[in-house]
């Protein structure tokens, strides 16, 4: 069963913030909270991830619930190169990541 | 740094025919990930390395696929014999501690 629920599509005009939500209600204390995307015919590229405090990089931002059931991805500036598949996945240290299908962001001019 | 690096890119090969792909992680990582992505299965995981042991194969398809990791700067998924249901962009990982896995550019994998 998939740890994670993403909507499947999501549209974003260039420009503005994308918020990707991700629910992971039943994510448990050791687990942390990643965000990768993919590009098409490219391999996933690492974006952000944290355990329970807000994350901020070059990126993105990650907003974390403070009941660690659901998180947010914020892409401030959303670009058209921003366009992709967006993984939300938990996992504990020391083991591997575990894709579901995943957010379509689409950005549009 | 030149990132993890696949080769090949690009195969076609014939069905029944044996396909080695190789893969070079980024130096000074620990784990080692193979991942395989079809259109129908999205991404899977197919197997899993630290300091070159092997932690979980259940991803592995049949006794058709195996993989090895001789030492910390190189690997390699067999498959053996190849069937068209192979087809897939095969995908590997390094990463250092777990803490950020990266992924390489993928081996673009056709069974005819």
């Known amino acids: 069963d998939a740890k994670t629920t993403q909507p499947t599509s999501m549209d974003c005009a260039e420009g503005r913030a994308a918020n990707l939500p991700c629910n992971h209600s039943?994510?448990?204390?050791?687990?942390?909270v990643y965000w990768y995307r993919q590009i098409h015919s490219q391999g996933p590229q690492y974006i952000i991830h944290?355990?329970?405090n807000n994350e901020t990089n070059e990126m993105a931002s990650l907003i974390i619930t403070e009941d660690r059931k659901s998180s947010t991805l914020i892409l401030p500036h959303a670009t058209l190169r921003d366009t992709a598949v967006y993984y939300c996945?938990?996992?504990?240290?020391?083991?591997?990541?575990?894709f579901g299908k995943g957010t379509t962001l689409s950005v549009s001019s | 740094d030149a990132g993890v690096i696949q080769s090949p890119r690009h195969e076609v090969t014939e069905m029944g025919q044996e396909v080695t792909l190789r893969c070079k992680p980024i130096?000074?990582?620990?784990?080692l990930f193979w991942y395989r992505q079809t259109m129908m299965r999205g991404l899977e995981l197919l197997i899993y390395?630290?300091?070159?042991?092997?932690?979980?194969d259940s991803g592995m398809p049949e006794d058709r696929f195996s993989a090895k990791m001789p030492n910390a700067s190189f690997s390699t998924l067999k498959i053996q014999p190849s069937e068209p249901r192979d087809s897939a962009v095969y995908f590997c990982?390094?990463?250092?501690?777990?803490?950020?896995?990266?992924f390489g550019e993928g081996s673009w994998l056709t069974v005819v």
């Open positions: 990982a390094s990463s250092f501690h777990d803490v950020t896995i990266y």
């Open positions: 039943t994510i448990s204390g050791n687990e942390y």
């Open positions: 944290g355990l329970k």
């Open positions: 996945i938990v996992k504990e240290a020391g083991t591997a990541l575990i």
């Open positions: 130096s000074g990582h620990d784990y």
């Open positions: 390395f630290n300091n070159n042991v092997p932690i979980d």
